[in-house]
C-alpha cells in the first residue's frame, strides 16, 4: 500500500521570505503521480501544484516548485515571495498513474503553514 | 475549469435521523466520484469510490449500510448517512475526475455535519 509523510504537523514564515514543506512517500510503482493541494480556512481543496514521476523536471507554478527526488522519493513544495494569502494547510499527495484504484489520492496528515507579517 | 459543487454545505441534524448529500459536476461528465471525511486537523480519509451505474467500492472499515453511496448519473453521486450519530459529525468531501490521465481531481466544498 502506497504511504505519504509529511513530517512537518506546522511551519511558520516570515512574508516574502522562502519556505520548503516536506514530503516522502512510499510506493512499488514506477510511474504515478504525486500532487501539492491548499486548504484555507475555509476548507476547499485547492491544487497547487502536480508533478508526474516519470518527468525527471521539477514542476513549478509561479512562487509554487517542487523538488522531486524519485529515487529517494521526496517531493517537497518551496513556496518562494509567502504572502499572507498562502496560509493555510498542505497536504501532499500520491496516486497511481494506471491499474485499479488509479483515481484514488492517499493524502499526507499535512502541514499548516503560517505566514508572519 | 471543471467545476464540482456540493450541496449543503452545512447540515444540523438529530441523532437516528438520515442525511442526503450531493455531490454534482457541473460541466463534465464524472464516471467516478470519491467521498472523503475529514476529521478536526486531520488528513482527508477516502470512504468510498462511486462508479456510475454501479455499487460503490468502500474502503476497510466504513460501513457500507450506514453510508449509502448512489451514482445514478455521469453528473450526480449522493452520499446518504443513515441513522446518524454524533460520532459521524464530520466534514465530508467529494470529488470527481473530469478526463483520464494527469488530469487532477476536482473538488467540492465540502459539507459539514453535526449531530446532536
Known amino acids: 500500500a502506497q504511504t505519504v509523510t509529511q513530517s512537518q504537523p506546522e511551519m511558520s514564515v516570515q512574508e516574502a521570505e522562502t519556505v520548503t514543506l516536506s514530503c516522502t512517500y512510499d510506493?512499488?510503482?514506477?510511474?504515478?503521480?504525486l500532487f501539492w493541494y491548499k486548504q484555507p480556512p475555509s476548507r476547499q481543496m485547492i491544487l497547487v501544484i502536480r508533478q508526474e514521476a516519470y518527468k525527471q523536471q521539477n514542476a513549478t507554478e509561479n512562487r509554487f516548485s517542487v523538488n522531486f527526488q524519485k529515487a529517494a522519493k521526496s517531493f517537497s513544495l518551496k513556496i518562494s515571495d509567502s504572502q499572507l494569502g498562502d496560509a493555510a494547510m498542505y497536504f501532499c499527495a500520491y496516486r497511481r498513474s494506471s491499474g485499479a484504484g488509479s483515481y484514488q489520492l492517499t493524502f499526507g496528515k499535512g502541514t499548516k503553514l503560517s505566514v508572519i507579517p | 475549469g471543471a467545476v464540482v459543487s456540493q450541496h449543503p454545505s452545512r447540515v444540523i441534524c438529530k441523532s437516528g435521523t438520515s442525511v442526503k448529500i450531493e455531490c454534482r459536476s457541473l460541466?463534465?461528465?464524472?464516471?467516478?466520484m470519491f467521498w472523503y471525511r475529514q476529521f478536526p486537523k486531520q488528513s482527508l480519509m477516502l470512504m468510498a469510490t462511486s462508479n456510475e451505474g454501479s455499487k460503490a467500492t468502500y474502503e476497510q472499515g466504513v460501513e457500507k449500510d450506514k453510508f449509502l453511496i448512489n451514482h445514478a448519473s455521469l453528473t450526480l453521486s449522493t452520499l446518504t448517512v443513515t441513522s446518524a450519530h454524533p460520532e459521524d459529525s464530520s466534514f465530508y468531501i467529494c470529488?470527481?475526475?473530469?478526463?483520464?490521465?494527469?488530469?487532477?481531481?476536482?473538488f467540492g466544498n465540502g459539507t459539514r455535519l453535526t449531530v446532536t
Open positions: 460541466d463534465f461528465q464524472a464516471t467516478t
Open positions: 510506493t512499488s510503482e514506477s510511474d504515478y503521480y
Open positions: 470529488s470527481a475526475r473530469a478526463n483520464p490521465g494527469p488530469s487532477p481531481l476536482h
